[in-house]
Structure formats: C-alpha cells, structure tokens
C-alpha cells in the first residue's frame, strides 16, 4: 500500500513538473485544425488574413496586397496553416501570390515561407533573415528568401508603391516593417504592439525603429502588429514615449546598484499599467496573454539589455 502510495505520489509530480514546463513553453498546444481565418479589407486592394483561435487570435497577422500584377504577400504565419490562408486569400482575390517577405523569422511569421516557395511564390528577405533562418532548427531550407535586400526596397505593383524598410535590432536582429502607400498601411511585425513590447534585440534599436515608423506613417495610416487590433501613428508614439522613460528608469535602477530582482520588484512600469496592461486579455490568445499580466517580462528584458556587460 505504501509503495503505491508513493509511486503515485511520484507519478503526481511527475505530471506537475511536466505541466510546469509545458507551460513555460507556452502550452497547450496551438489547435491548428479547428482554427478559422479572419479576413478585413483594410483599403481597395490590400486585406488582411488572420488565425482565430476560439475568441483569440493565433499566428502573425498577414498582409496581402492584390490587383492584376499579382499578390504581394507579408508574413505566412504557420505551415500547418498555409491551406486555410490560400483558401482565406481566394474569398477576395483569384491572382497568384508573387512575392513574400516576412516581418522576422519568428516561426508563427516563417513557418508558410516554403510551402509558398514550393508555389512559385519568390521570397524576398534582409541578410540576417536568411541567417536565422537557415539557422533555424528544422526549417525547410526552400523557406528562406532568395533575393536579398539591405536598404528600403520598393516593389511598385497593383497600382501601390510598398516599401519594405529594414530597421535596427528591435524585436528580433532582423526586423522589416512594410509601408503601403495608397493603401495607407503599415505592416510593423512584432516590434510594435498594445501592451508591453518583447525586446528580443535591443532596447536602443526597437527605440530608434519605433522613431522610423513614426516617421513613415501618416496620421490615418492603420498599423498593423503582427499580434493584437489595428492601431495608429498616435498609439506608435505614447509606445516609444513609454519605452523610453522605463528604459531611463531602469538605467537609474542599474545606476544605484539594484539587481535584477530589485529592479522588477521597484516596478517601473507602474504609471504605464493603467494603459498598457488594460483591455490586453481580449488582443491574445491565452498562450500570448502569460507574459502579458503584468511588465515584468518586459523590465527584465529591458534590465538584461542596459545592465553592464561583464
Ligand atoms: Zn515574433
């Protein structure tokens, strides 16, 4: 009887320490089968195409720009989802998709690029893209971009001027943003959200891309995030405003000797929680939202980019 006890007592924590680090990874599972695609008309012919996940949205969102030169394509989210997107795209446009470029190498951005590839469909991508992704474990190498880009790059189709703009190290080290110019769309990626940013490069670079993006937008451009609503070049700049002064409170943090703990624990995010932190839970699905609760993940992120490198 004892022994059973504790072997099932064992087997408990067995299955708690795997639920632990299942959750660390950002479990459960996406269910790609029973997801459906959302599709908007943002202008005449430029839609996006989006993952729903039950009330969450799932995947990078996609921009696609349609008309008789063909479609230009941003971002493929999954491949497991690559059949619902082409089926989502042929609900408002019968031309073949021409060219993808990809916002950055996150796989939920990359992982349709070589199902695409396999179409036809030519990809285009900044140096340190193809880096990553030739990088990338199990990444189908036909998924990588062929023709190389390492300045603004125009493509002058479907009546549209878009320009694909590489900017410094923000969310990844190979960020692009896409401006649209008769659409009036940008297309930023990830290094620009509601609520907190994830600074997976640097706090300097996503500052400095932010200010690029202002600067390309117009006052009624839709910003598009790769994650969460349509936003505009207002919400952009009350965005750098806030990385900046927590990018300042923290350095002051470093400067009086706080560890890292000391610094999350100080919260200087707190005058910012209201606004960043409000209305969040309805922009993600629950596999978004747990680095979202509060500015935590963020501090920490911001605290290991500006402490002094030993
Ligand atoms: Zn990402």
Redesign the pocket.
Known sequence: MRNTAVRSVAIFAAFALSAVAAFAQGAPQTDYAHMTMKVDKLADNFYTVTGMNGSGRTG?AIGVLTGPDGIFIVDASFGALTGKILAAVKTFSNEPIKFLVN????G??TGGNANLAKMGVTILGRPEMRVDLMAQKGFDQAGVPTVIFTSPLTLHMDGDEAVIIPVPPA??DADSMVYFRKADVLMI??FFRAGYP?V?GTVDGMIRALGMAIGACGPNTKVVP??GPVMNRADIIAHRDMLMTVRDRVSELIKQGKNEDDAVAAHPTASYDPIFLSGIAQFYDENTIVRYRNGDAFIKQVYENLKPKS
């Not at 916002?103 to 996150?106: G, I, N, Q, S, Y």
Request: glycine share 26%.
């Open positions: 990078g916002t950055h190498p996150h939920d951005h969310h990844t990626g990830d994830n997976g790769g994650h």
